[in-house]
Nanobody, 125 residues
Framework: QVLLVESGGGLVQAGTSLTLFCGIS????????AGWFRRAPGKGLEFIAS????????KYADSAKGRFTISRDNVKDTVFLHLNNLKPEETGTYYC??????????????????WGRGSQVTVSS
């Protein structure tokens, strides 16, 4: 089975930065497209960013572009999400997701096959 585990969340002040980490077991990230999604309080799941299997391609939500960066280290089987200049409304649970290697980058959560349990990020004003 494929398992994903997020880490790196916490309480931060608005305008500061944070890096989230996602590890995988049961497979390798090189076989999967990776994605990050956020569930804010009282809201649905929102796409943030995705990374191609090799890390040479990325897709971002408009709100994330220019401030957030997704990257990966396939040797260490780790995917990262760097959150820069955070805003209070970006408080929420951040989820790492993986899509099997026969798939492509996608903004649709239903296209992803495996999910972590989330890491909480709280941005104070």
């Amino acid at each position: 089975q494929v398992l994903l585990v997020e880490s790196g969340g916490g309480l931060v002040q608005a305008g500061t930065s944070l890096t989230l980490f996602c590890g995988i077991s049961g497979s390798t990230f090189s076989n999967h497209v990776a994605g990050w999604f956020r569930r804010a309080p009282g809201k649905g799941l929102e796409f943030i960013a995705s990374s191609s299997q090799t890390g040479d391609g990325a897709k971002y939500a408009d709100s994330a572009k220019g401030r957030f960066t997704i990257s990966r280290d396939n040797v260490k089987d780790t995917v990262f999400l760097h959150l820069n200049n955070l805003k209070p409304e970006e408080t929420g649970t951040y989820y790492c997701a993986a899509r099997r290697d026969y798939c492509c980058m996608s903004i649709d959560a239903s296209d992803y096959d495996y999910w972590g349990r989330g890491s909480q990020v709280t941005v104070s004003s």
